[in-house]
């Protein structure tokens, strides 16, 4: 399982990878990046499961990075989460207008990111086992 995690700020990343590991992902499956065309590369390059990106970061915003991503991995919009401290409506509703129907608020709650994502985790994990066999 490869999980992209895309914000400028280290302290989200940080926080999102600690929140993963703790529903048993393996930090060797999480890649971290504070840069959107970084992001972009390693999964034309890799691949990935799920993607987690900031809305609002320098040089390649969310919108944008989804977008291109979007064109060459369009079964990603269903493993696509926006992650805001934006409360702005309008900000929600435009990446709902490109494909992303899940959003994490900044901060983020333990119990809510388990709530939301521990399903995803399971979901992934039984498809990598059941293609193992």
């Known amino acids: 399982m490869k999980i992209i995690i895309l914000d400028d700020s280290a302290t989200i990343r940080m926080i999102i990878e600690a ?6 992902v393996n930090e060797n499956e ?22 987690f990106t ?3 970061m320098p040089g390649l915003n969310g919108y944008e990075f ?4 979007y064109i060459r991995f369009p079964r ?7 992650i805001s401290g934006d409360e702005n409506k309008e900000s929600y509703m435009k990446m709902k207008e490109i494909g992303i129907h899940r959003f994490l608020k900044k901060p983020i709650n333990a ?6 994502m521990k399903p995803e985790i399971l979901k992934r994990k039984a498809a990598e ?5």
């Open 19 to 24: 929140h993963l590991e703790d529903l048993g």
């Open 30 to 51: 999480i890649f971290s990046f504070e840069n959107g065309f970084k992001a972009l590369e390693f999964i034309y390059m890799n691949g990935a499961d799920i993607v």
């Open 54 to 56: 900031d809305i609002n």
């Open 66 to 69: 989804a977008q291109m991503l």
């Open 76 to 82: 990603l919009k269903n493993a696509m989460f926006a």
């Open 111 to 116: 119990e809510h990111f388990e709530h939301f």
């Open 129 to 133: 086992k059941e293609s193992q066999n």
